[in-house]
């Protein structure tokens, strides 16, 4: 049975940092590509980042320079650094593995190519 569980959401103030991490289960994550997304209330999924397998990453452009993104294989974990954060980035945030390897604007824009999806972890900035 596939699991994606993320942990390390909480409530920040602005300018505040939290580390994400998603712990995969069931799959062979060392080769998937992994990523982030996030939901805001009112609005659609957006990607924010991903890894390849490779360890290849892209960044939208909102969380580029404060987001880091790393994974772990030996672990299977997916790690997700928030630095300087904004009440902007105010969202339910979820991990998805991507069986097709590939992490770009392109690939993160297309949630079909994500298999698996976690259940999500909430993050509020305040200001």
């Known amino acids: 049975q596939v699991q994606l569980m993320e942990s390390g959401g909480g409530l920040v103030q602005a300018g505040g940092s939290l580390r994400l991490s998603c712990t995969a289960s069931g799959l062979p994550f060392g080769a998937y590509s992994m990523g982030w997304f996030r939901q805001a209330p009112g609005k659609e999924r957006e990607g924010v980042s991903c890894?390849?397998?490779?360890?290849?990453?892209y960044y939208v452009d909102s969380v580029k320079d404060r987001f880091t993104i790393s994974r772990d294989n030996a672990k299977n974990t997916l790690t997700l650094q928030m630095n300087s954060l904004k009440p902007e980035d105010t969202a339910m945030y979820y991990c998805?593995?991507?069986?097709?390897?590939?992490?770009?604007?392109?690939?993160?824009?297309?949630?079909?190519?994500?298999?698996?999806w976690g259940q999500g972890t909430q993050v509020t900035v305040s200001s």
């Open positions: 890894i390849s397998a490779g360890s290849r990453t």
């Open positions: 998805a593995s991507d069986p097709y390897n590939s992490c770009s604007g392109s690939s993160l824009a297309t949630e079909q190519r994500y298999n698996y």
